[in-house]
């Protein structure tokens, strides 16, 4: 750090939470706090490597365009802590999920403000120019939605551990309604409230986190993942009824009310939303029955991957009700 950004006294602190793949830790200088990504020690090799550079240029792209923490630089000589690592600027604030920060209000409109903010720092991630930001062939956004269906039903016909016919009719009907090609940007390809930094005393949206899954691809990826899981009947019997759980209240700002926003802001299309969020339930369950056929084979036993059991019917029974109308008014 020293050497190359003139920023003395780095010392590596202690992991971070967050992040589903690659290692997060904090890094104290006299410049103040950085965080640190690296893939865990299990998995270092040339793949594992060109993922955090992947990630990280991701985020040097987007960094003064959209709120996503200052790229500071990307090391790819593992001698120096054991592994190829990225470093960003540290951002305060806390992630959301099941409750609102004791500051905020807890009123709909509070709510109403949080959903705002998550698409209008979307639209400043997907209208960022990513032909020029990014490097030379970088992404391959051609047929990105067709790619995303054909890859999850090969990996789940491939290591089932249980019938699921649902699986196989949405992912049908999934590749004979594709929507036009559309545009291409870069995308979160994870974008939820979860992986977001809020400011602690009121709801604004300071750093859009974990970049690891990062494309460019169609945006409308990411407004159907996050608008899936915006304004829900607060049930049980929900898939991940914990995520953006917040929002799962009456009186909410509706989920095609901020896909509006988000398409005033880009000047993209969003009419297709509903066979987005369908593609957000499906794929979701198709890469989380993963964990469940771990479970299954005795390699892991948590409390997640049991309760993937009735997630993952939930999720594609949700998926389904999108398609038919039946169960979910339209928001």
Same mark, same amino acid.
């Given at each position: 750090m020293r050497d190359t950004h003139g920023i003395g006294g780095a010392r590596l602190g202690p992991r971070l939470s967050g992040g589903n793949v690659n290692v997060t830790r904090l890094v104290e200088s006299d410049a103040g706090r950085l965080v640190l990504r690296h893939a865990p020690a299990e998995t270092v090799s040339e793949k594992a490597a060109a993922g955090i550079e992947r990630e990280f240029r991701i985020v040097e792209a987007l960094t003064g365009v959209a709120r996503v923490p200052r790229a500071v630089g990307y090391c790819s000589d593992a001698s120096i802590i054991g592994a190829p690592f990225a470093? *960003?600027? =540290?951002?305060?604030?806390?992630?959301?999920?099941?409750?609102?920060?004791?500051p905020y209000a807890n009123d709909p409109a509070t709510i109403d403000r949080i959903g705002e903010e998550l698409v209008d720092a979307l639209a400043e991630v997907h209208v960022a120019d990513w032909k020029a930001r990014l490097p030379a062939g970088f992404g391959k956004p051609q047929n990105f939605v067709r790619r995303q269906v054909e890859r999850w039903t090969a990996i789940r016909e491939a290591d089932a551990v249980r019938d699921l016919p649902l699986m196989r009719d949405?992912?049908?009907?999934?590749?004979?309604?594709l929507p036009p090609e559309g545009p291409a940007a870069?995308?979160?390809?994870?974008?939820?409230?979860?992986? *977001?930094? =809020?400011?602690?005393?009121?709801?604004?949206?300071n750093a859009i986190i974990d970049w690891e899954m990062g494309a460019v691809g169609h945006p409308m990826i990411d407004l159907g993942l996050v608008l899936m899981f915006w304004g829900r009947p607060d049930r049980a019997d929900l898939g991940f009824g914990f995520v953006q759980k917040v929002s799962n209240r009456p009186g909410v700002v509706s989920a095609r009310a901020l896909a509006e926003r988000w398409s005033a802001r880009t000047g993209f299309d969003s009419g297709a939303l509903d066979y987005f969020r369908c593609l957000a339930f499906w794929r979701l369950a198709a890469m989380v029955e993963g964990a469940y056929g771990l479970y299954r084979r005795g390699q892991v036993d948590t409390p997640y991957a049991r309760r993937l059991e009735a997630d993952v019917p939930a999720l594609l029974r949700e998926a389904a009700a999108l398609i038919d109308g039946s169960t979910r008014e339209d928001r």
């Open positions: 470093l *960003t600027a =540290f951002v305060d604030g806390t992630a959301i999920s099941t409750e609102l920060p004791a949405l992912a049908g009907w999934l590749l004979e309604n870069i995308v979160h390809n994870d974008y939820h409230l979860d992986n *977001t930094l =809020f400011d602690t005393d009121a709801p604004r949206l």
